[in-house]
């Protein structure tokens, strides 16, 4: 089946650096999503991309949706406290089921 | 409500029990999901609804998982003779429609701790 590489697993950081974090798929998608998770919540939308190339910003966070559509990029930029938690890449294809990355945690010494 | 509601929020049940979890969608989301979350791991695909059907429901990890939709709104997943590598967290999400350009809205999930 559909697999999602998602990669580091784990970032330890000072506050204020930046983070960079990636996804590879074997298959191609036609849309690419990152999810947040903060302990004992559901995973909240943080960026989807509609279009292979798409560079998209949100605030602090920017994320891009591979020119192959096999892969996708988030970075945080000055990372912040409140950044703590779990990022998930996903990807969808048409009307088949998210498919997620395994997530990277976040870990932010001030 | 705004948002995704799954009750309960946590249950602790003996091995060979049956549990149901629900799962209120965003009122108008016509597309609901289910995802289990072990300890740790990534999210893994249960099932889906479109409406009151479902389309895939390929992620059912035995028969003794299995999940209904009543009125395109309200969806139920039942664990029957609960096992204890059932424990995880079960996440319900929607979305307006199923496929592209309609991403997931998750709900914070039932804590499922069989003992």
């Known amino acids: 089946g559909q697999q999602l590489n998602q990669s580091p697993q784990s970032m330890f950081i000072q506050e204020g650096e930046d983070v960079s974090m990636n996804c590879t798929s074997s298959s191609i998608f036609n849309t690419w999503l990152w999810y947040k998770q903060d302990p004992g919540e559901g995973p909240v939308l943080l960026i989807a991309?509609?279009?292979?190339?798409e560079l998209t910003s949100n605030g602090r966070l920017t994320a891009q949706f591979g020119i192959t559509r096999k892969d996708s990029f988030l970075n945080i930029s000055a990372s912040i406290p409140s950044d703590v938690g779990i990022y998930f890449c996903?990807?969808?294809?048409?009307?088949?089921?998210?498919?997620f990355g395994q997530g990277t945690r976040l870990t932010i010494n001030p | 409500g705004a948002g995704v509601s799954q009750s309960p929020s946590n249950k602790v049940t003996e091995k060979g029990k049956d549990v149901e979890l629900r799962c209120d969608p965003i009122s108008g989301h016509t597309a609901l999901y289910w995802y289990r979350q072990s300890l740790g791991q990534g999210l893994e695909f249960l099932i889906y609804?479109?409406?009151?059907?479902?389309?895939?429901k390929s992620g059912l990890p035995s028969d003794r998982f299995s999940a209904e939709r009543t009125g395109g709104s309200v969806s139920t997943l039942t664990i029957q003779r609960t096992q204890q590598e059932d424990s995880a967290v079960y996440l319900c999400?929607?979305?307006?429609?199923?496929?592209?350009?309609?991403?997931?809205?998750f709900g914070n999930g039932t804590r499922l701790t069989v003992t």
């Open positions: 999400a929607s979305s307006l429609r199923s496929g592209d350009n309609s991403p997931l809205h």
């Open positions: 609804f479109q409406g009151n059907s479902a389309p895939d």
């Open positions: 991309l509609y279009k292979a190339g």
């Open positions: 996903a990807g969808q294809l048409g009307a088949q089921k998210l498919v």
